[in-house]
């Protein structure tokens, strides 16, 4: 989605904020621009389409006072939302007398009355977007105070907002906001980084303060003050980014979603650091701290999430009913938040999000929280808004995910969901042994996964045999059905082909009837409480002509046998079973979308973290 990254200080500001978009590219975006203030005025430059494009039309040649040099400005990828992606409706806007100048992540719900306002007052408007229309507002409002017309300005507006505003007339002053849209402000030696992204602020310092919701600051080259958008004083805690710039670069990769499949059992191994202690035998989790007896006690779970970590839910469902014994459902949260959820005593919610921004799950989440729900957060971005508002949580720890089709995440969010069940599961049913196994078949996970890995050419060229083809299933059942849904999702969206998954049993109550000969079909046929019914499933599609890709447990003879392609897996216990059976999945997605020459990393249409609803 949009990114913002804005800067006060005195290194060469263009370089900087185009090196800072780039790093917010894998958020996904259709235009971008800047605004940078020289000597002469503001310098705003914008452009339909990659970043290069803008970076190809900026005038670099200028000299004297409009030289491109200053100590303050602001850049902006958008993702088009009320307009197309075209160079008018690209951030920053200024208002109408060109006094103020704004980038914008969010959506003003209330553009449409408050154009209105500001027409009837003689304002006008040269784009279709809302944020031009709080950029005329804040105009409005603007008396010689920045941060006076935006707090004005901002008690008007409904909707979300992350925000970077200056005034040509204050140019040693950056006004920043946010509410529902993410912004933190790095704090380096003499020079202030905002962004709405961490990824755009870590080559330059790792010290961050995370604006919460309804807060904003006035930055200076001498300082910033910070405050909420009613003008109260706030301090912050300055806190340390984890990551660091060599985890966010492709590293010798060809893209970053191909990076992040072969960095899962290191990702899964920094994942279970310090929270499995086999001399032991138990599991620690200290994000649950000052909680734990209530997450014990808890009667009922929901968890709350959206796609991939919505599947990785779905597993959680499984995991926390079969081991830990609570009753579980898995919510869409962009559903669970408009209905009239029953949140009774003892429940809690589980808010599951890779980057701790969606909006849907942070609403969800709040909904919950509202009703009196105990909250946890199951979340990978360190220091995210689900992160923070949440009553405690457990960190993925797999380490920052750049490619838009989430992979690592997912089965970091597993692992974590396994370690919770675990810990409540001991508390209650389980006995030391029973956990022991577990434990020792958790901790071979990163070796195991290694070994599958191993087959991404084999993978690669049974993908090919079908690539021509434009509909493919996939079906699992028990804990490897969310995995054949993850599966469909993984090939469609990074390759743009059909795909369904399904538990397989259900395939003969309708989508039956799309198979034809030659159709690609995707089994994940691990060993295991459902083996023998899956194999009638795959005899159901042969029948009728179907290709099987089998996934399928080591050592497993029969299935060379029914199917036409097999890929294998090493032998673990059932539940841990879609932590090993996704990556000849994720495998297969990658390299159809190669194969299909798309953009594996920035799909069409889609965002890295989708911030609006
Ligand atoms: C799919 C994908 C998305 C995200 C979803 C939730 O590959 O990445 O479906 O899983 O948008 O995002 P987070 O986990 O950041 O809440």
């Not at 185009?18 to 259709?30: I, M, T």
């Not at 000299?63 to 100590?71: S, W």
């Not at 870590?202 to 080259?221: F, G, K």
């Amino acid at each position: 989605m949009c990114g913002i990254v804005a800067y006060v200080g005195n290194k060469d500001i263009c370089p900087l904020l185009l090196e800072g978009l780039k790093r917010l590219e894998y958020r996904g975006y259709d235009s971008a621009g800047l605004c940078v203030g020289t000597k002469a005025g503001f310098y705003v430059k914008r452009a339909a389409g990659r970043i290069s494009v803008l970076e190809a039309a900026i005038d670099d040649k200028m000299h004297g006072d409009k030289a491109l040099v200053g100590n303050i400005g602001m850049a902006h990828t958008r993702w088009a939302t009320h307009g197309p992606p075209t160079e008018c409706n690209a951030h920053p806007h200024m208002d109408d007398q060109q006094r103020v100048a704004l980038v914008h992540n969010g959506i003003i719900e209330n553009f449409a009355s408050l154009k209105q306002f500001l027409t009837e007052k003689g304002h006008h408007f040269s784009s279709e977007t809302d944020t031009e229309v709080l950029a005329v507002l804040i105009g409005h409002f603007y008396q010689g105070d920045l941060a006076k017309a935006v707090q004005l300005a901002l008690r008007e507006v409904r909707g979300t907002y992350g925000l970077a505003a200056m005034a040509v007339s204050e140019p040693d002053t950056l006004v920043v906001a946010r509410r529902g849209s993410p912004l933190i402000i790095g704090v380096g030696k003499d020079e202030y980084i905002v962004a709405s992204d961490a990824a755009a602020i870590v080559e330059h310092t790792t010290q961050v303060v995370y604006l919460n919701d309804n807060e904003m600051a006035v930055i200076r080259p001498g300082g910033f003050k910070t405050m909420t958008t009613d003008d109260i004083p706030v301090t912050k805690a300055i806190n340390e980014v984890e990551f660091s710039l060599q985890q966010i670069e492709l590293g010798g990769y060809e893209h970053f979603m191909l990076k992040e499949i072969f960095e899962q059992p290191e990702a899964i191994a920094n994942c279970l650091r310090g929270r499995v202690d086999l001399h032991e035998g138990r599991v620690v989790l200290g994000g649950i701290g000052a909680y734990s007896r209530d997450v014990v006690r808890a009667r009922r779970i929901i968890i709350t999430a959206c796609g991939t970590a919505w599947h990785a839910g779905l597993v959680g469902e499984f995991l926390f009913e079969d081991l830990a014994k609570i009753p579980t459902e898995v919510e869409y949260a962009s559903e669970f938040r408009y209905r009239n959820p029953i949140i009774e005593e003892g429940t809690m919610v589980l808010a599951i999000s890779q980057s701790g921004e969606t909006a849907d799950t942070l609403a969800a989440l709040r909904e919950a929280k509202d009703r009196g729900a105990l909250s946890l957060g199951i979340v990978n971005a360190v220091g995210s808004t689900i992160a923070r508002e949440t009553d405690a949580g457990i960190y993925l720890h797999v380490g920052p995910e750049i490619g838009v089709a989430s992979t690592k995440a997912f089965c970091g969010q597993i692992v974590v969901e396994s370690l919770l069940a675990l810990s409540i599961a001991r508390r209650k049913y389980m006995s030391q042994n029973v956990l022991n196994e577990f434990l020792q078949a958790i901790i071979k996970i990163p070796d195991q996964m290694r070994k599958v890995l191993e087959q991404s050419s084999s993978i690669r060229d049974v993908t090919a045999q079908y690539i021509h083809r434009e509909n493919w299933l996939f079906l699992g059942r028990g804990y490897n059905y969310p995995v054949a849904l993850e599966g469909a999702l993984k090939l469609k969206e990074i390759s743009y082909i059909h795909a369904e998954g399904l538990p397989a049993a259900e395939m003969k109550h309708g989508p039956i009837a799309l198979i034809n000969p030659g159709m690609p079909v995707v089994f994940v046929a691990t060993r295991g409480s459902q083996y023998e019914k899956l194999l009638g499933n795959i005899q159901e599609v042969k029948a009728r002509g179907g290709k099987i890709i089998a996934v399928a447990s080591e050592g497993d003879d029969y299935i060379h046998r029914v199917a036409d392609h097999v890929f294998t897996v090493p032998e673990t216990i059932e539940p841990l079973q879609p932590l090993l059976t996704v990556l000849p999945l994720q495998l297969l997605a990658y390299h159809a979308a190669v194969l299909r020459n798309c953009n594996v990393d920035k799909p069409r249409n889609l965002a890295k973290s989708v911030t609006v609803e």
